[in-house]
T-cell receptor, first 113, second 113 residues
């Protein structure tokens, strides 16, 4: 079974630029999550999708972050404009059913300079 | 607000020296407590889910236990390949289909040969 795929693996941008991350979850997984992991911290949930609908985006900074999940499969997370404090690893995860374990991708490491 | 505190922040052991990692939590209605392992540059890898106080789960040299306020990850006779950051997370019964995890900062474990 293929795992959660994310791209790119690394991205360096200047502050105020925009950036987008892509995620392809495990086949058949209805639930998709985006987490932000700052160096030395645990992952922090940004947004949860169930199929193509948003279930929880209470911790998403909506003035600069946006996310969508097309046709209930792939998802894109966008930051516009980026700030220095957005430097982090952005992790995508998926789970087959609600309240079951989530499987994580390798993440995208974003550096904002 | 759900909170997860892990201790110690870092732990260095000799190969074969058993120990325990602690995860204390406060959550409004625990739905599940999760343990993940994270290697440098990778996403978290699922280890265990515990659902109720008194529950225990084992996998190779690892055993996770759960009480009403904390969880322990016991490592028996560890090997160098057990070196990683171990993350604890809680899933709250917030309803509405939201089941994202609240993570602790992790325990960075180093096993020396």
């Amino acid at each position: 079974e293929a795992g959660v795929a994310q791209s790119p693996r690394y991205k360096i941008i200047e502050k105020r630029q925009s950036v987008a991350f892509w995620c392809n979850p495990i086949s058949g997984h209805a639930t998709l999550y985006w987490y932000q992991q700052i160096l030395g911290q645990g992952p922090k949930l940004l947004i949860q999708f169930q199929n193509n609908g948003v279930v929880d985006d209470s911790q998403l900074p909506k003035d600069r972050f946006s996310a969508e999940r097309l046709k209930g499969v792939d998802s894109t997370l966008k930051i516009q404009p980026a700030k220095l404090e957005d430097s982090a690893v952005y992790l995508c995860a998926s789970s087959r059913l609600l309240n079951t374990e989530a499987f994580f991708g390798q993440g995208t490491r974003l550096t904002v300079v | 607000e759900d909170q997860v505190t892990q201790s110690p922040e870092a732990l260095r052991l000799q190969e074969g020296e058993s120990s325990s990692l602690n995860c204390s939590y406060t959550v409004s209605g625990l739905r599940g407590l999760f343990w993940y392992r994270q290697d440098p540059g990778k996403g978290p890898e699922f280890l265990f889910t515990l659902y109720s106080a008194g529950e225990e789960k084992e996998k190779e040299r690892l055993k996770a236990t759960l009480t009403k306020k904390e969880s322990f990850l016991h490592i028996t006779a560890p090997k160098p390949e057990d070196s990683a950051t171990y993350l604890c997370a809680v899933q709250a019964g917030s309803g509405g289909g939201a089941d994202g995890l609240t993570f602790g900062k992790g325990t960075h474990l180093i096993i020396q040969p």
